[in-house]
């Protein structure tokens, strides 16, 4: 009897037992892909605030809150940022740019609007804003005069367009254009958009925010830091421990702990999550293995009986095994992908704390919803299917093949007589 044509025997008139196997593969490759798809797509929800606004991390210092709040002045309790420690944490190990910007509450006594002052470079600065462009002109800092851009939802609100002028503390501004802030996930905001020179300008002018900082056309008073990833959790802890118990420092670390629905996995705890269940998975699949092949002892002492020998035996077993492991472990992944397409997106939801509000608390007109949704899309890992497929072969024959050696024996007749 050849192997193949036993081959189709067993696996066609042994359905069950066959069916049990392919089943077994396949839920360990779908558990093993799908959990790890579910993993990242957390990590990935968690940057999103910060991607937004191309930064890994946030830095402020809490402050003080002005004798009058009016004028030009600091959202509470965002306070001044020195240059020199701004030189300082740009020298950190890790980071790999800073881009710093001067955010501002500009409190009329008959309107509200927030500024944000933005650098020329940098995905956080000008072009990262230009790139929200939805009408106009993009920003410029070398224009003269300054010109400004809007919010569209400030500039439908307060019916302005592009091409009017809109005025802060005495100075008037050409719109240049609107841009689409991002509300998703976006932590910045704001109504009105300046070049960053200008924004320290006013600043360094304003009555009430000179009156409690020495802030001069060198500060500022928010800064994005783009850093290397493995160096994340150390440059957050330098920074805080740098502006000491006044910093505020948003980062992925810090988001994590703002999550309202679930605690999701930063990529550190993504692959120790994802080598335990692939260990876990590995471990299930030799078992079932090892079992289905101590299930057929009588078969394999019939066939040492007629003739087999114990090297054509185990080869059997391992073309036997690693056909149905293969089948088993595509039908894991089309699985898989099925219930990805079918999840489709991890949703988590976050409150944004007020010192990044664009919209004061106290102001009884502010409706500013801090609530954001993060959504990140559940993606299938290509090189996380194609280990978990090659790794169930591989664990599936390997089992096999050691089962094998223990259940043929020399001498089979011992089998027989006890079965």
């Known amino acids: 009897m050849s192997r193949f044509h036993y081959l189709k025997q067993e696996l066609v008139y042994r359905f069950g037992r066959s069916a049990v196997t392919l089943i077994s593969i396949s839920l360990v490759v779908f558990m093993a892909v799908t959990l790890t798809a579910i993993s990242r797509a ?19 210092l809490s402050g003080d809150i002005p004798k009058k709040l009016e004028g030009l002045v600091f959202p509470h309790p965002t306070a001044q940022l020195p240059a020199d420690a701004v030189e300082k944490i740009r020298k950190l190990p890790g980071v790999i740019r800073t881009t710093g910007a001067v955010f501002l509450w500009d409190l009329s006594p008959k309107k509200f609007q927030s500024l944000l002052g933005v650098d020329s470079k940098g995905t956080s600065g000008i072009p990262g804003l230009n790139s929200q462009l939805i009408s106009g002109n993009p920003l410029d800092p070398e224009t003269v005069p ?19 002028q809109i005025a802060l503390q005495g100075q008037s501004y050409r719109i240049s254009g609107t ?29 009430w925010i000179i009156d409690l900082y020495p802030f001069t056309q060198t500060d500022v008073n928010l800064l994005f830091l783009e850093v290397d990833q493995r160096h994340l959790v150390t440059v957050t802890s330098a920074v805080e421990k740098m502006l000491g118990e006044k910093a505020i420092v948003s980062s992925e670390i810090s988001i994590q702990e703002e ?13 120790i999550f994802t080598a335990v269940i692939a260990l876990l998975a590995l471990a299930l699949l030799a078992r079932s293995t090892a079992t289905a092949i101590g299930e057929r002892r009588r078969d394999l002492a019939v066939l040492q009986a007629v ?103 020399p001498h089979p007749w011992r089998w027989l007589a006890e079965d």
């Open 179 to 207: 841009v689409d802030t991002p509300k998703s996930g976006n932590i910045m905001r704001a109504d009105i958009y300046l070049p960053l020179a200008e924004a320290q300008l006013l600043a360094s002018k304003a009555p």
């Open 259 to 271: 999550l309202e629905d679930l605690m999701f996995l930063s990529d550190q705890m993504s692959v």
């Open 307 to 409: 003739g087999w020998t114990r090297p054509r035996i185990i080869s059997q077993l391992s073309l036997e095994t690693a056909i149905l492991s293969g089948v088993g472990g595509l039908l894991g992944l089309l699985f898989a992908w099925l219930g990805i397409a079918l999840i489709g997106d991890v949703e988590l939801a976050m409150e944004l704390s007020w010192e990044i509000s664009p919209s004061p608390h106290f102001l009884p007109e502010t409706d500013f919803d801090r609530t954001r949704m993060l959504v990140a899309p559940i993606q299938m890992p290509l090189l996380t299917s194609a280990l978990a497929w090659i790794l169930a072969i591989l664990t599936a024959v390997s089992s096999a093949v050691l089962a094998g050696f223990k259940m043929v024996r």
């Open 42 to 60: 957390s990590s990935d929800a968690l940057r999103l605030p910060l991607e937004n606004v191309g930064a890994d991390i946030v830095v402020q």
């Open 146 to 164: 300054v010109e400004a851009l809007v919010d569209g939802d400030f500039a439908a609100k307060n019916k302005l367009k592009v091409g009017d």
